[in-house]
């Protein structure tokens, strides 16, 4: 073009390479300049006027190619052609790549040619220009098509059919038309959609079953008997993805449905998640709530023959039993939804509790050694399940740990990462206690508080508080064997305040991380009492390690009193701990802390030291 055209164009185009190009491929089509109308201010209005200039056969492929996206093959903007306009289909294609719109990929054995839209913008052009009845038809149709191509994967095509019959039914809606006939469409869509999101689910990808199963509940008229099923499996989707809120008021509505409907059965459905959420969110109300209800819902479930409903209602059980730092209580609660959920055939489900049982093996009273072999059994059982491969070797990390495998756990435990940051922030990622664990076991306590504060700032996002109590805990403790004690403080009361007197765990934390921390402070007396309260706390529990730590914390206060004899008694009890545990390194650690004990030369006047770890480590 003369000089002067190619400075208006490129001052029109603004720097907008998608801009400049089609400006370029219209000059021949306009008059824009002086002697005729301005040229377009926008992409958008460039890409309206272009199309508005093309031919009717042009114009027709280009819709139907907007409908099935942007890429496309020339089978399937056939399909969606009038009969007679077939014939000239490769024709027009041609001519639309001559034109800058659309642009030829490589063919596919399974689809034959291959064409793709310039730009997204373009295609958004296109399909704008659609009336709205033939966006509807166009839709319905195309979805009609995918349903008649061959069988591939299972479930290779729902969410892709869900997708074009949603749009449907919302066209025709938006046109006033209902009826039976868009209603039978809405709940073909439905459960396209929710076969999608359930596939998701069962992989991991909690944000992608939430939208799925949001947008199937969305078409379905409110006494259709599906609501209550989508409502709930969406509830328990937005507690894996962190959105409690939202949980709590998808489940609330899924409660009014069923109580609308009297259907027991999907009652107790809701029930149970509603349960799990409050285990979140309120833990001491919860707890309280479960066991007066849990029996009326196994009936329930038994009664209907529901093997779902019955894995899920011992998972609730096993909850509250982790809940109580019972892990043996829990993990016979856990195979007996393991059982469940394999009678049933949800693999979801099942590599969820096989990810709740590598914890069992991690925290509870199994020596390493056979936590291992356990473990690694749970993962040749799950295949190739992204995030229950990723929650088992992070527990597997913590057991190789202990045994003096620290090369092979951090591997392990950058493998989990690399996972859960592949898929995502859920409730599962937030949680990797395993991580802190191992830094501090390996004397790293500032590796460790980087870990705890990355679940800690999730957690608290998500407005959760079932694991901040025992994460604000340990955070604590990272930062007490760190020295900044006023900061540990803070995360000691927010562990109090979440964990309301229920989380065992992190009370057994919190007061030993306080004893530390008066002991420093000279105030002996009171370091005592709590670091004994710690103890007692932890003799509730079969958590080997966090008993054996509240003896060590014992043992560090009572030795700096002059208490000789108890603090060699607390820490022999600590290391019979950790053998019966298989925790080398933990033992190894108590045993060093015995001889110190055995020579009170060392430890009189050390009384800077705040915590166990500081000196071990």
């Known amino acids: 073009p003369p000089e002067a055209d190619r400075r208006r164009l490129l001052e029109a185009a603004a720097g907008n390479p ?88 490589p063919p596919q054995q399974e689809v034959g040619e291959r064409y793709a839209f310039r730009h997204v913008l373009v295609q958004q052009a296109a399909y704008r220009a659609i009336p709205k009845s033939l966006r509807a038809g166009l839709h319905e149709r195309f979805a009609g098509w995918l349903e008649r191509l061959p069988a591939g994967r299972a479930g290779e095509y729902d969410e892709l059919l869900g997708y074009h019959l949603e749009r449907a039914v919302r066209y025709q809606r938006e ?54 099923r989508l409502l709930t499996q969406l509830g328990a989707a937005m507690i894996e993805a962190g959105q409690l809120d939202g949980a709590a008021a998808t489940l609330e509505r899924a409660q009014q449905v069923t109580a609308t409907a009297g259907d027991q059965r999907a009652w107790a459905h809701v029930r149970v998640q509603q349960l799990f959420l409050g285990l979140q969110v309120d833990v001491r109300g919860t707890t309280a709530a479960v066991a007066p209800l849990l029996p009326q819902m196994l009936r329930i479930f038994e009664h209907h023959g529901d093997q779902l409903g019955l894995c899920q209602a011992w998972r609730l059980r096993a909850a509250v039993h982790w809940m109580q730092a019972d ?13 469940h959920a394999r009678q049933a055939g949800d693999e979801r489900q099942l590599t969820e509790i096989l990810g709740w049982l590598a914890s069992a093996a991690l925290w ?51 493998r989990g990462r690399a996972i859960f940051d592949e898929l995502g922030a859920t409730m599962t990622s937030a949680v990797t206690q395993p991580a802190s664990f191992v830094a501090m076991l390996t004397g790293d306590a500032a590796a460790a508080e980087a870990h705890l504060r990355r679940d800690y700032e999730h957690l608290e996002r998500m407005g959760e508080k079932g694991y901040l109590g025992t994460t604000a805990a340990l955070l ?9 004690h006023d900061e540990a403080e803070r995360f000691v009361r927010v562990s109090q305040e979440a964990g309301a007197g229920e989380d ?53 206060v009572l030795g700096r009193a ?54 071990d480590t």
């Open 562 to 615: 002059g208490r000789t004899a108890d603090a060699l008694s607390a820490a022999a009890q600590a290391l019979k701990l950790y053998e019966r545990k298989r925790n080398d390194l933990a033992a190894e650690r108590a045993r060093r802390q015995l001889q110190r004990l055995e020579q009170p030369s060392e430890v009189a006047g050390n009384g800077h030291r705040a915590n166990f770890t500081d000196r």
């Open 175 to 228: 046109l006033g038309r209902s009826g039976g006939q868009v209603g039978a469409l809405a709940r073909r869509a439905a459960g396209f959609l929710e076969a999608a999101g359930t596939r998701a689910h069962a992989r991991g990808d909690a944000p992608a079953a939430v939208r799925l199963l949001q947008t199937a509940s969305s078409l379905v008229e409110a006494d259709d008997p599906a609501l209550a």
């Open 364 to 414: 509870g009273p199994t020596p390493a050694p056979e936590g291992i072999e356990r473990c690694e059994r749970f993962l040749a059982e799950i295949g190739g399940h992204r995030t229950g491969e990723a929650v088992i070797v992070n527990h597997l990390a913590g057991l190789y740990a202990m045994r003096g495998q620290v090369d092979r756990a951090n591997l392990l435990l950058a």
């Open 504 to 556: 065992l765990l992190a009370q057994v934390v919190w007061q030993g991380v306080l004893a530390g921390i008066l002991a420093d402070r000279g105030d002996l007396a009171e370091a005592e009492r709590l670091a004994r309260a710690a103890v007692e706390s932890a003799e509730r529990t079969d958590f080997l390690n966090y008993r054996g730590d509240a003896l060590v914390q014992l043992a560090e």
């Open 327 to 339: 892990s043996a209580g829990a993990e016979r609660a856990w195979q007996r939804a393991a059982a």
């Open 476 to 484: 604590a403790r990272a930062l007490a064997v760190q020295r900044r």
């Open 18 to 105: 998608l801009f400049l190009e089609q400006l370029a491929a219209a000059r021949g089509e306009h008059r824009w300049g002086d002697s005729g109308p301005p040229l377009p201010a926008t992409i958008q209005a460039l890409l309206a006027a272009r199309l508005d200039l093309l031919g009717p056969g042009e114009r027709a492929v280009l819709w139907r190619a907007a409908v099935v996206g942007r890429d496309f093959s020339l089978r399937a903007v056939a399909e969606l052609l009038p009969e007679e306009v077939r014939v000239p289909l490769r024709r027009h294609l041609l001519a639309l790549v001559a034109k800058g719109l659309v642009q030829e990929q």
